[in-house]
């Protein structure tokens, strides 16, 4: 027995010549309503609003452009001070960083290079290269800093001084060697080091 | 099939997004009046349309519409925010109808099934009022302003604006199946609702057929 509800919702389908009527109808219908429009006033309105908003973006950019103008006048010169502290310290601890770049640490790579590989890296690339393992500090940078000839000292260590370093050993091969570079000062004492791969 | 070239619309939206006043002019002028009457065949407000349109535009000299190309057509995207707008307008008229409360189209799904999706007939109807000056078109109008409201958007689209199921689906956020099925049981109840106004020789069918499919867009 079909409840109310499914009756109600049955909608007898209509003929084909009904559905020819509906289509003539629909027709009339968009012919008719073809030509309504919104009112010519909200055209009007909606322009004057297009005008205000863009006033209002306009003057808020020229504002913030203000705004940038002011801080960069008021405040290059705090930023020009900053930049040159910057510099002045990264020049002061740049070679603490990399000590021997320029000097020591090519003609050490080359003896583990061959010829041609060696010929056909430049200067910058030597640099990169080492640049890639940072040292670890055995002394306060600030001695490191002032130590006035350090040299850079390529030798074989034991695998097992990695575990010293907090690096993961494994027991097999902790008696291997492996490549280091140290940096010492004039009177010998190690100031950092690093293991090469 | 959209009705304005959607490349075209899209090169207007950037310039006026750049603050040029004549493209926003030119999209308002190729829009504005197949909103408006989706809006006003939909609410059956002269008002209440115009209100639609313009918030409508506002939203898109403010930059407050977050339309994306890659979704779809300008056109279509429009579509579905007048859909929105009138929707919400409708909510209040709406949360007082009792989805069980029995309606006096009793022959026909009114408001006495659960589901409001199976509502046929609109159980919150607008009070009446002429819009069109041509008596038969008014008639057609009254009685698609009786379908339910979800029903009078896939009708409207369809037989007015000429989109496609697609479109319609797109703009409705419901599958193709929906609107094909929607569209089919509107056009029946449209018949039903006007066969007082048909020619004698479209006698009621007598006999209980499964509803004809339309000849469908793509």
Same mark, same amino acid.
């Given at each position: 027995m079909s409840t109310p509800s499914h009756s109600a919702n049955v909608t007898r389908a209509p003929t084909a010549e009904q559905e020819r009527l509906l289509d003539e109808r629909l027709?009339?219908?968009?012919?008719?309503?073809?030509?309504?429009?919104a009112p010519a006033h909200l055209e009007e309105q909606l322009l004057a609003a297009f005008r205000a908003h863009q006033a209002t973006h306009d003057a808020t950019q020229r504002a913030s452009k203000r705004r940038g103008e002011i801080i960069a006048q008021w405040f290059a010169p705090g930023i020009a001070l900053a930049a040159s502290v910057g510099m002045s310290a990264w020049m002061v601890l740049a070679p603490m960083a990399r000590p021997m770049l320029d000097r020591?640490?090519?003609?050490?790579?080359?003896?583990? @290079? &061959? !010829?041609? *590989?060696? /010929? $056909? @890296? &430049? !200067?910058? *690339?030597? /640099? $990169?290269?080492? !640049?890639?393992?940072?040292?670890?500090?055995?002394?306060?940078?600030?001695q490191i800093a002032l130590e006035p000839q350090p040299r850079l000292l390529e030798a074989d260590v034991p695998r097992a001084w990695l575990a010293a370093y907090g690096v993961p050993v494994n027991p097999e091969m902790a008696g291997?060697?492996?490549?280091?570079?140290?940096?010492?000062?004039?009177?010998?004492?190690?100031?950092?080091?690093?293991?090469?791969p | 099939?959209?009705?304005?070239?959607?490349?075209?619309?899209?090169?207007?939206?950037t310039e006026m997004r750049r603050g040029n006043g004549a493209a926003f002019a030119t999209l308002f002028r190729r829009h504005q009046a197949p909103l408006y009457r989706f809006a006003?065949?939909?609410?059956?407000?002269?008002?209440?349309?115009?209100?639609?349109v313009q918030e409508i535009f506002m939203g898109l000299l403010a930059n407050s519409l977050k339309f994306d190309p890659a979704r779809g057509v300008l056109q279509g995207f429009l579509f579905g925010v007048a859909r929105n707008l009138v929707l919400k307008r409708e909510e209040a008229r709406y949360r007082f109808v009792s989805p069980r409360k029995p309606h006096a189209e009793s022959s026909i799904a009114t408001g006495d099934?659960?589901?409001?999706?199976?509502?046929?007939?609109?159980?919150?109807?607008?009070?009446?009022?002429?819009?069109?000056?041509?008596?038969?078109?008014?008639?057609?109008?009254?009685?698609?302003?009786?379908?339910?409201?979800?029903?009078?958007?896939?009708?409207?689209?369809?037989?007015?604006?000429?989109?496609?199921?697609?479109?319609?689906?797109?703009?409705?956020?419901?599958?193709?199946?929906?609107?094909?099925?929607?569209?089919?049981?509107?056009?029946a109840k449209l018949v039903e609702l006007l066969l007082p106004d048909f020619p004698e020789a479209a006698t009621p069918a007598t006999h209980q057929t499964p509803m004809i499919q339309q000849e469908a867009r793509p």
């Open positions: 027709d009339g219908l968009r012919a008719a309503s073809e030509s309504l429009a020591d640490a090519p003609a050490a790579a080359s003896t583990r @290079m &061959s !010829a041609e *590989m060696n /010929a $056909q @890296m &430049s !200067a910058p *690339m030597f /640099a $990169q290269a080492f !640049a890639d393992t940072p040292f670890i500090a055995l002394q306060s940078l600030e291997d060697s492996m490549r280091a570079e140290m940096l010492v000062s004039t009177n010998g004492q190690p100031l950092a080091m690093r293991f090469l | 099939m959209p009705l304005t070239d959607p490349t075209e619309d899209l090169a207007l939206l006003l065949l939909r609410c059956g407000s002269p008002d209440t349309a115009a209100d639609i099934t659960a589901d409001p999706d199976d509502w046929l007939i609109d159980p919150a109807p607008q009070p009446p009022q002429r819009l069109l000056d041509q008596e038969q078109a008014e008639t057609v109008r009254r009685a698609l302003q009786r379908l339910a409201p979800h029903y009078r958007d896939v009708v409207i689209l369809y037989e007015m604006h000429d989109l496609t199921y697609v479109e319609i689906a797109q703009i409705c956020d419901i599958d193709i199946g929906t609107v094909r099925s929607r569209l089919s049981r509107a056009r």
